[in-house]
Protein backbone atom coordinates (compact mmCIF):
# COMPACT_ATOMS: atom_id res chain seq x y z
CA UNK A 1 0.00 0.00 0.00
CA UNK A 2 1.80 3.52 -0.87
CA UNK A 3 2.20 6.04 1.70
CA UNK A 4 0.86 9.93 1.44
CA UNK A 5 1.14 11.36 -1.94
CA UNK A 6 3.00 14.16 0.06
CA UNK A 7 5.80 14.39 2.68
CA UNK A 8 6.76 17.48 4.67
CA UNK A 9 10.42 16.67 5.59
CA UNK A 10 11.76 17.99 9.31
CA UNK A 11 12.35 21.51 9.88
CA UNK A 12 16.03 22.57 8.15
CA UNK A 13 18.60 24.64 10.43
CA UNK A 14 16.93 27.54 8.46
CA UNK A 15 13.67 26.85 9.48
CA UNK A 16 11.89 25.81 6.34
CA UNK A 17 10.56 22.37 6.07
CA UNK A 18 10.90 20.26 2.13
CA UNK A 19 7.42 19.84 0.75
CA UNK A 20 7.22 16.54 -1.54
CA UNK A 21 4.51 15.06 -3.60
CA UNK A 22 4.65 12.38 -6.03
CA UNK A 23 8.27 12.30 -5.92
CA UNK A 24 8.90 16.09 -6.63
CA UNK A 25 10.30 18.20 -4.70
CA UNK A 26 7.94 21.39 -4.46
CA UNK A 27 9.67 24.02 -2.19
CA UNK A 28 10.69 24.69 0.97
CA UNK A 29 7.85 25.96 3.07
CA UNK A 30 8.04 27.88 5.97
CA UNK A 31 4.25 28.06 7.19
CA UNK A 32 1.19 26.45 6.96
CA UNK A 33 0.87 28.80 4.12
CA UNK A 34 3.17 28.15 2.15
CA UNK A 35 2.43 24.32 2.40
CA UNK A 36 -1.39 25.19 0.85
CA UNK A 37 0.21 26.76 -1.69
CA UNK A 38 2.79 24.29 -2.75
CA UNK A 39 -0.23 22.14 -2.82
CA UNK A 40 -2.65 24.59 -4.70
CA UNK A 41 0.15 24.51 -7.24
CA UNK A 42 0.28 20.86 -7.53
CA UNK A 43 -3.44 20.27 -7.83
CA UNK A 44 -4.25 19.58 -4.30
CA UNK A 45 -7.26 22.63 -4.21
CA UNK A 46 -9.20 23.15 -1.66
CA UNK A 47 -7.22 22.44 1.31
CA UNK A 48 -6.80 25.37 3.58
CA UNK A 49 -4.11 25.73 6.74
CA UNK A 50 -6.30 23.60 9.26
CA UNK A 51 -7.26 20.94 6.67
CA UNK A 52 -3.35 20.57 5.96
CA UNK A 53 -3.16 19.93 9.86
CA UNK A 54 -5.24 16.97 9.86
CA UNK A 55 -4.94 15.15 6.08
CA UNK A 56 -4.15 11.74 5.99
CA UNK A 57 -2.35 12.71 2.39
CA UNK A 58 0.20 14.25 3.88
CA UNK A 59 2.63 12.97 6.06
CA UNK A 60 4.86 14.67 8.53
CA UNK A 61 8.62 13.80 8.97
CA UNK A 62 10.35 15.67 12.32
CA UNK A 63 7.28 16.17 14.14
CA UNK A 64 4.17 17.43 13.59
CA UNK A 65 2.63 20.67 11.56
CA UNK A 66 3.58 23.06 14.63
CA UNK A 67 7.44 21.46 15.35
CA UNK A 68 10.00 24.40 14.86
CA UNK A 69 13.45 23.77 14.20
CA UNK A 70 14.23 23.92 17.83
CA UNK A 71 11.52 21.22 18.40
CA UNK A 72 9.24 23.30 20.33
CA UNK A 73 5.84 24.48 18.97
Given amino acids: MPGPPVIVYPPS ?9 D ?12 LV ?9 GLDEYDVTQ ?3 IEWRG ?3 YVSVEGAP
Fill in 55 to 57: SPL
Fill in 23 to 34: GEILGLAYSLTD
Fill in 63 to 65: GGP
Fill in 37 to 45: EFLRRAGLE
Fill in 13 to 21: PTGGRRVRA
